[in-house]
C-alpha cells in the first residue's frame, strides 16, 4: 500500500487528491510561442491519470533570459487565452494547476534571444562559451517587474498559483550565491540583500494575487566549493518561510553538474532526500517536495513514510505512464509501466530542441492525435504478431488494448529481443522491469504468448493481419562507414548480442569497436571490464559515448570506464584485424599501430532481417522496428504502437 503518497494535502484551499506532482520540466512543445494542442494534450493527460498537481513549463519572465525555442511568451497578453484553455481542461480533470516562472541569469541562449545574458555580476555563461551583462539598478528592476508582470498574466490565465525558479543556479540563485553575486548595492553583500529580489517578488505576488494563490519556490543543490551548501539552503529557506511560500521543491544538480538535472540510470535514485530532510524538520509554514531520481510509487513512498519530504515530484515516470498517479491510488501499481531513466526521448529530444516524447510511451507529445493511454476499441479480430522485441511487444499489447485478438510468436526462449540484452548491461535492470511488466499486461489482456516458435510460413496461420517485427542481425560484412570499400573479417569477430548472451569466446584483451558512439557499444565496453577482460574502445567519434551525451549519462559513463582500466582510441578506425591483434588507423593524420589483441567486437549497425515475402494471399502485412531499418529502439516501440492504433 501507497497510504502516504495518497493521501490528500491542502494548499491554500486547494485540495491535492494525493502527493504526486507532476513537475516542471520543458517539454519544448509551445507553438510559436503560444500552447496549442500538443502542449494543452500532454498536462490534461497527466491530469486525467491523477496527478495531483502540475506544474507547467517553465516559461521566462523577461526577452534575456530565453533558453529553448519552445519557451512561451509570457512577456505577451496574448498567451492569457492560450492557457486558459490548458486551466480550464486540467482543473476540469481534478488537478491542480501552476505555472513556472524563470529566468536564466548567465546562463541563456543568444542564439534565441540575440540579447546578452543579464546577471547579477557579469559571469561567463555554463551554457556556451559567452560572457553575460552586469545588470544595473535600473535593469534589475526591470527584470523584477518583468517577474511579477509574468506572474500577473499566469493568474489571469487561471493558473492556481505560480513557482519561482530559483533552481540549477539560475538568476535568483546566482543572487544567492556569493561567488556569483559580487554586487555592493542592495542586492548583493550580505544574505538579506542577496535574497532581497526574491523575498520581495514573492511578497508582492502575495499582495497581488491574494490569499488563494498558491506561491511555491524551486531550488536545486549540487557538491561545489563555490555554490550554496546545504546549510546555506537552510538559512536561505528559513528566510523566506513567513507564510507566504507554500511548498518549497527540491531538485539535484545545476548548470556545473548538469546530469544529475536528470539523472539517468548511471545516477543513484532519491537524489535530495538528505537536503529535503533537513528543511522538512525545520519548516514552519511551507511543504517541502523531493525530485530527482524518484521513479516509482514505491521510492516515493518511502520518502513520504519517512518524513523527507510531504510530496513528491515525478516527471518522467508520468511521462513513460501517464496514469501512473492513477493506478496508484486504485491499488495498481504493479500495471505502471516503468520509467527506465534512459533519458533518450526526453531529454534527449529537449537537448536537440525538438518537442519531448519517451522511449516507451510513444504517445507522449501525441496525446491530440492518438488519444494518450485509452486507445479506441475496435471490432475484434484475429491478430499475429510475428516477433517479441520492443516493435512486437508494444504492438501486441496495444492490438489486445483496442480489443483484437492476439497472439504473439518469438523464436527466442524469453521475449524483449535485443533490447532484453541491453538490459543486461551494467545499471540497466530497468529494462528487465519492463519486460516483465509486458509479460503482466499480456497475461491481463488475454495475449497469447507462444516462445520458442519459428514461422517460416505464415499462409496456413488464421489470422489475416500479421505484423512483423522480426528485428534485426549483427551484420557480419566487416562494414566500418569510415572505410566503405574495405572489410574487416577473420576468425575472433564478434557481434556485442554474442557477448551479451555470453557466446563469444574472447580471452583477456578485447578490442571494441564503436561505429555509433551509443549504448550497444558504450554498453558492450562497459559490460566486458565488468567481466574483467582488459577492454580497448575504438571510435572514429572525438569522444566516447558521443551519441549518449544527448541523455547526460555520457560522462558518468566515461568516468566509470575509465575507473575499469578501459582504454580511450579515438577518431579512430580498424585498418585490419589479423586474429591476434589489429592495425588500428588514426583518421586525422592516417598514421597506423599494431595493437594485440584476442578478440575484436564490432558495434556497427544491424542488418534488416525480414524472411517473409513481400506479400503473402490472403493477409495484410505490417513491417515494422528492426525488420523494415535497423534503428534506435524507440522508434521501435513508435512503430509498434502506430501499428496497433492503425488496426
Same mark, same amino acid.
Given at each position: 500500500m501507497h497510504k502516504h503518497l495518497t493521501s490528500p494535502l491542502t494548499l491554500r484551499g486547494?485540495?491535492? =487528491?494525493?502527493?504526486?506532482? $507532476?513537475?516542471?520540466?520543458?517539454?519544448? #512543445?509551445?507553438? #510559436?510561442g503560444l500552447p496549442g494542442p500538443r502542449a494543452k494534450g500532454y498536462w490534461v @493527460?497527466? !491530469? *486525467?491519470?491523477? !496527478?495531483? #498537481? /502540475?506544474?507547467?513549463?517553465?516559461?521566462? +519572465?523577461?526577452?534575456?533570459?530565453?533558453?529553448?525555442?519552445?519557451?512561451? &511568451?509570457?512577456?505577451?497578453?496574448? /498567451?492569457?487565452?492560450? $492557457?486558459? @484553455?490548458?486551466?480550464? !481542461?486540467? *482543473?476540469?480533470?481534478? !488537478?491542480?494547476?501552476?505555472?513556472q516562472i524563470y529566468h536564466i541569469g548567465a546562463h541563456?541562449?543568444?542564439? &534565441?534571444? $540575440? +540579447? %546578452?545574458?543579464?546577471? %547579477?555580476?557579469?559571469? %561567463?555563461?555554463y551554457h556556451d562559451s559567452d560572457g553575460s551583462h552586469e545588470m544595473t539598478g535600473a535593469e534589475v528592476q526591470e527584470l523584477f517587474d518583468a517577474h511579477l508582470s509574468a506572474v500577473h498574466r499566469a493568474r489571469d490565465a487561471g493558473f492556481q498559483g505560480v513557482e519561482v525558479w530559483a533552481a540549477y543556479h539560475s538568476l535568483i540563485d546566482q543572487f544567492w550565491t556569493p561567488w556569483s553575486n559580487r554586487r555592493s548595492d542592495q542586492w548583493g553583500g550580505s544574505l538579506e540583500n542577496r535574497t532581497r529580489f526574491?523575498? @520581495?517578488?514573492?511578497?508582492?505576488?502575495? =499582495?497581488?494575487?491574494?490569499?488563494?494563490f498558491i506561491i511555491g519556490l524551486a531550488i536545486s543543490w549540487q557538491e561545489s566549493p563555490?555554490? &550554496?551548501?546545504?546549510?546555506? $539552503?537552510? @538559512? /536561505?529557506?528559513a528566510l523566506h518561510d513567513t507564510g507566504d511560500v507554500d511548498y518549497v521543491t527540491v531538485g539535484a544538480g545545476g548548470y556545473m553538474d548538469f546530469e544529475s538535472i536528470i539523472p539517468p540510470f548511471t545516477h543513484g535514485e532519491k537524489l535530495t532526500t538528505s537536503l529535503t530532510a533537513r528543511l522538512k524538520a525545520q519548516a514552519k509554514h511551507a511543504k517541502i517536495t523531493s525530485e530527482a531520481g524518484i521513479r516509482t510509487p514505491d521510492n516515493a513512498e518511502t520518502v513520504l513514510a519517512s518524513g523527507e519530504a510531504d510530496l513528491v515530484s515525478i516527471v518522467r515516470g508520468q511521462i +513513460?505512464? %501517464?496514469h501512473l498517479a492513477r493506478k496508484t491510488m486504485e491499488g495498481r501499481a504493479s500495471d505502471i509501466r516503468p520509467c527506465l531513466s534512459c533519458n533518450q526521448m526526453c531529454w534527449g529530444r529537449?537537448?536537440?530542441?525538438?518537442?519531448?516524447?519517451?522511449?516507451i510511451n510513444p504517445s507522449a507529445g501525441r496525446e491530440f492525435e492518438w488519444g494518450g493511454d485509452r486507445f479506441t476499441k475496435a471490432t475484434p479480430r484475429d491478430v499475429l504478431v510475428v516477433g517479441a522485441g520492443p516493435a512486437g511487444l508494444e504492438a501486441a499489447r496495444a492490438a489486445a488494448e483496442r480489443g483484437f485478438r492476439v497472439e504473439i510468436v518469438e523464436a527466442l526462449n524469453q521475449i524483449g529481443g535485443q533490447f532484453r540484452l541491453a538490459g543486461m548491461q551494467p545499471r540497466r535492470a530497468q529494462i528487465l522491469d519492463l519486460m516483465d511488466w509486458y509479460e503482466r499486461q499480456f497475461v491481463k489482456l488475454g495475449v497469447t504468448l507462444r516462445l520458442n516458435t519459428y514461422l517460416d510460413d505464415l499462409s496456413d496461420h488464421p489470422a489475416q493481419t500479421v505484423i512483423l517485427a522480426t528485428g534485426s542481425l549483427p551484420d557480419e560484412s566487416g562494414f566500418q562507414r569510415w572505410n566503405p570499400s574495405g572489410a574487416v573479417t577473420g576468425p575472433g569477430i564478434w557481434s556485442p548480442e554474442a557477448v551479451m548472451r555470453r557466446e563469444a569466446r574472447l580471452g583477456d584483451v578485447v578490442i571494441l569497436y564503436d561505429e555509433g558512439s551509443n549504448w550497444r557499444g558504450v554498453g558492450t565496453s562497459w559490460t566486458l571490464a565488468e567481466r574483467g577482460h582488459k577492454v580497448i574502445h575504438v571510435t572514429p567519434e572525438a569522444y566516447v559515448g558521443k551519441e549518449i551525451t544527448r541523455t547526460a549519462a555520457d560522462l558518468a559513463t566515461r568516468k566509470r570506464l575509465a575507473q575499469l582500466g578501459v582504454e580511450f582510441v579515438t577518431e579512430s578506425g580498424i585498418a585490419a584485424w589479423h586474429g591476434n591483434g589489429a592495425t588500428i588507423r588514426g583518421l586525422l593524420t592516417g598514421e597506423e599501430r599494431q595493437v594485440a589483441a584476442s578478440a575484436l567486437v564490432m558495434a556497427t549497425t544491424n542488418r534488416a532481417f525480414d524472411p517473409f515475402p513481400a506479400q503473402i494471399p490472403g493477409k495484410t502485412l505490417h513491417r515494422i522496428g528492426d525488420c523494415a531499418a535497423p534503428r534506435l529502439a524507440a522508434y521501435a516501440f513508435h512503430e509498434g504502437r502506430k501499428a496497433a492504433l492503425a488496426l
Open positions: 486547494h485540495v491535492l =487528491r494525493n502527493r504526486i506532482v $507532476f513537475g516542471a520540466h520543458t517539454a519544448n #512543445m509551445s507553438d #510559436m @493527460e497527466r !491530469a *486525467k491519470g491523477g !496527478a495531483a #498537481m /502540475i506544474v507547467t513549463e517553465p516559461v521566462p +519572465a523577461h526577452r534575456t533570459g530565453v533558453l529553448t525555442r519552445g519557451n512561451y &511568451l509570457a512577456q505577451d497578453d496574448a /498567451i492569457i487565452a492560450g $492557457f486558459r @484553455e490548458v486551466t480550464t !481542461a486540467v *482543473k476540469a480533470e481534478g !488537478a491542480v494547476i501552476l505555472q541563456g541562449d543568444s542564439d &534565441l534571444s $540575440f +540579447a %546578452p545574458h543579464w546577471s %547579477p555580476s557579469g559571469l %561567463p555563461s526574491s523575498r @520581495e517578488l514573492i511578497a508582492a505576488i502575495r =499582495r497581488d494575487c491574494g490569499a488563494d563555490v555554490l &550554496l551548501s546545504q546549510d546555506d $539552503f537552510c @538559512e /536561505i529557506i +513513460a505512464d %501517464p529537449r537537448s536537440r530542441d525538438y518537442w519531448i516524447s519517451c522511449l
